[in-house]
């Protein structure tokens, strides 16, 4: 496993977090009339998913569990790795949804729903973020 590459990318997903945080209107009505906050949002939540399933195959690949078929997958296998919690696997499945639905469905996009992604959810890859930094660090020995 390369550390390196992991803190990069944690670091890059705790960037694209915080401009989720700093962009985001005080409402869901303000973001449906805000085209640049909509983009700004929507990309950087893209982002976070990506990055996280990105950081998820990493570690699966430097183990014996087999490669994801799915996105969705690298969650459920960094559970049964004990690497995340199964419920915060199921919150970051669901977020490939949202992710899947911002690539190839812009048009479509509830920016009510993505509003509360925004606003409600964003923990979500705070916690897969710490539990990927406690993992992937050498444990000290007494």
Not at 55 to 69: E, F, M, Q, R, V
Not at 101 to 119: F, G, P, R
Not at 121 to 136: G, N, T, Y
Request: hydrophobic letters at 40%.
């Amino acid at each position: 496993m390369d550390r390196d590459l992991i803190e990069q990318k944690l670091e890059s997903l705790r960037r694209a977090l915080q401009r989720v945080s700093d962009k985001c209107p005080e409402s869901a009505e303000l973001l449906t009339r805000d085209f640049d906050a909509q983009d700004i949002v929507a990309l950087n939540l893209t982002r976070a998913v990506q990055l996280s399933v990105d950081i998820g195959s990493h570690l699966i690949a430097g183990t014996d569990y087999p490669p994801p078929n799915t996105m969705g997958q690298v969650f459920e296998i960094l559970s049964v790795a004990g690497i995340i919690g199964t419920e915060l696997a199921e919150r970051m499945k669901k977020s490939v949804g949202f992710r899947n639905l911002a690539v190839h469905s812009y048009e479509d996009i509830n920016w009510a729903i993505v509003y509360s992604i925004a606003t409600r959810h964003l923990d979500d890859f705070k916690l897969f973020a710490k539990a990927i930094d406690v993992f992937e660090r050498p444990k000290k020995s007494l």
